[in-house]
Structure formats: structure tokens, C-alpha cells
């Protein structure tokens, strides 16, 4: 796959059970804060955005969670799926639509 | 539609030699971003456009690298000359004014020998 190798935060997680990933970010003037998808061999997937005037925000078996005061975002996953094992990566959306990437954190679901 | 395009998949090739790496974003979008994946550094951005126009070019990582969107269906990065440090995945990914949620294209593994 596309896989570049990356040295990231692992999240390891039995299969049924909840996940949380987490995100610092910088910039307090970013508009909306994303959550991207990415599997091996594709290019990241939006799953969920929260603008910056919000706390929370739920879809459909996520949930994102913002906390301004210490510049802090989660992710949350109900009953995490194998098809859930991917990179997760946080991302801002800043003023004119500039959308950057933070760290990313590898899930794996274990059977 | 086919979603965001790029080409090639894979491109192997000289230190030295000038590379061009193309995308063809979603119809009707109107921002295009170029970004670069690598172990190192995670995903960066390296430019974008909208409306053709680059509107902040401040992540490309020096002169060798250069982009150009002559039309709002096309859009290329160039690097001449390579070097090996280049190797990396590059993505392309386009969004429309007012939506928060950009598509990436399947990327262009680029490897530098």
C-alpha cells in the first residue's frame, strides 16, 4: 500500500470496544477543526468536522469533542469496527479555507 | 464523478532529473491543495489555490519546487532538479468555498535515486 513508513502514536483496541484519539493543536484562530481517515494505500478521508464556536459534535458512531481552553481535540469511536484500523489524523481549517494536518495516531483493532 | 485524479501513481527516478506530478481535482471545486507525506514530517501542506490563484505558497520547501494551475481542472508540481530527500508521497486534494470537508486524490508515491 501507500504506506510511507510512519512513526506514529499506536492505539490498540479489541474489537466492540470504544476508542478515543487524541489532538493538540496551535492555532486558537483556526475556524473548524477535522478529523481525516487514512488507509493503507489511499488518501486521508474527512469523517467529521466541529467548528470552533462548539464543544461537541456527534455522527454516526463518532463523536468529536473540543476543548479551547487547553487547545485540545478527541475523537471518539463507539464500538470500534476492523474496518476502523487506519492512520487518524486532526487537521485546521484556518481563514481562507487553509487546511493543515496535525500528527496522526495508527488504530488497530483486534479481533 | 471520478473524484480528485492524480498521475502518475509511481515515479521512480534520477537525482537530478525534473519531475511533474499532475492532478485533476473535482469538477466545480474551487480550492486545490498540494500536500507532501513523509515518515519524518507527517502531512504538510505545501501550496494552494483558489480560484487558480495560489493563495499561499509558504510550505513549498524551496526553489526547486514550483506549481502552476493554468485552468480550474488541472494543476501540476514540479520539482527539478530532484534530490533523493524528495522521496515522498505527494497528494492533491480539492474542496469548494463553504465546505469544511476536502478529497484527496490516491496519491503519487515518488521515490529519488
Known amino acids: 500500500g501507500e504506506s510511507v513508513g510512519l512513526h506514529l502514536p499506536t492505539l490498540s483496541v479489541q474489537e466492540g470496544d470504544n476508542s478515543i484519539i487524541n489532538c493538540a493543536y496551535s492555532n486558537s484562530a483556526s475556524d473548524y477543526f477535522i478529523w481525516y481517515k487514512q488507509e493503507s494505500g489511499k488518501g486521508p478521508q474527512f469523517i467529521i468536522d466541529i467548528r470552533s464556536n462548539m464543544d461537541k459534535r456527534q455522527g454516526q458512531r463518532v463523536t468529536v469533542l473540543l476543548n479551547k481552553t487547553v487547545k485540545h481535540l478527541s475523537l471518539q469511536i463507539a464500538a470500534t469496527q476492523p474496518g476502523d484500523s487506519a492512520v487518524y489524523f486532526c487537521a485546521e481549517v484556518a481563514a481562507g479555507n487553509k487546511l493543515t494536518f496535525g500528527g496522526g495516531t495508527r488504530v488497530l483493532v483486534k479481533p | 464523478d471520478a473524484g480528485v485524479i492524480q498521475s502518475p501513481r509511481h515515479e521512480v527516478t534520477e537525482m537530478g532529473q525534473e519531475v511533474t506530478l499532475r492532478c485533476k481535482p473535482i469538477s466545480g471545486h474551487d480550492y486545490l491543495f498540494w500536500y507532501r507525506q513523509t515518515m519524518m514530517r507527517g502531512l504538510e501542506l505545501l501550496i494552494y489555490?483558489?480560484?487558480?490563484?495560489?493563495?499561499?505558497d509558504s510550505g513549498m520547501p524551496e526553489d526547486r519546487f514550483s506549481a502552476k494551475m493554468p485552468n480550474a481542472s488541472f494543476s501540476t508540481l514540479k520539482i527539478q532538479p530532484s534530490e533523493p530527500r524528495d522521496s515522498a508521497v505527494y497528494f492533491c486534494a480539492s474542496s469548494t468555498q463553504g465546505r469544511t470537508e476536502a478529497f484527496f486524490g490516491q496519491g503519487t508515491r515518488l521515490t529519488v535515486v
Open positions: 489555490f483558489n480560484n487558480n490563484v495560489p493563495i499561499d
